[in-house]
């Protein structure tokens, strides 16, 4: 009977760590210019669970992302965190287009009108990273075919979007 016990001591021990093991917190985000638009569009996917999260422990209740009140609340907080700079430094106006929410991911779309991809310096990509310290975003460009992708952490949310050509 001890031997039974600790046994399931044992697979208690594994099951409840297993539940507390580290989860991989990430976002992706695409960047590519439109022809037809003549516009750069963007498209952010993160985790459900992680904004849900964030937004409970900011704010202490849950949030329903199909309501246009609380897309708002998510809206500044994205774009307080995300944008895109100019040549002269100066932010661009990355305008928001909408969101879908479902259980498994959050996707918000932007656009930055009028403008090619080439036009951005630089790209601050800080979505969750204030909130979850292990947050990895990636950010993909995808400029005229030629696909790079940059990565944004806690130790790097700015970096420039174009490589330098020797």
Wanted: charged share 20%; glycine share 6%; hydrophobic share 45%.
């Amino acid at each position: 009977m001890l031997r039974l016990k600790t046994l399931f001591a044992a697979a208690l021990l594994c099951v409840s760590a297993a539940a507390g093991a580290h989860r991989f917190h990430m976002g992706i985000t695409e960047l590519a210019f439109n022809e037809r638009t003549r516009s750069t569009e963007i498209v952010h996917t993160y985790m459900a669970h992680d904004i849900e999260a964030l937004l409970m422990n900011t704010y202490g209740r849950q949030f329903d992302l199909t309501d246009p009140e609380d897309q708002a609340v998510l809206r500044k907080y994205v774009e307080g965190r995300f944008w895109l700079k100019g040549p002269d430094g100066a932010r661009l106006p990355v305008r928001w287009v909408g969101m879908t929410a479902d259980s498994q991911s959050v996707v918000i779309y932007q656009e930055l009108e009028n403008t090619p991809l080439s036009k951005t310096a630089a790209i601050h990509q800080g979505v969750l990273v204030d909130f979850l310290p292990d947050q990895v975003n990636t950010v993909n460009l995808n400029n005229a075919g030629a696909i790079r992708s940059l990565t944004f952490t806690q130790a790097a949310v700015e970096q420039p979007a174009q490589q330098d050509t020797p």
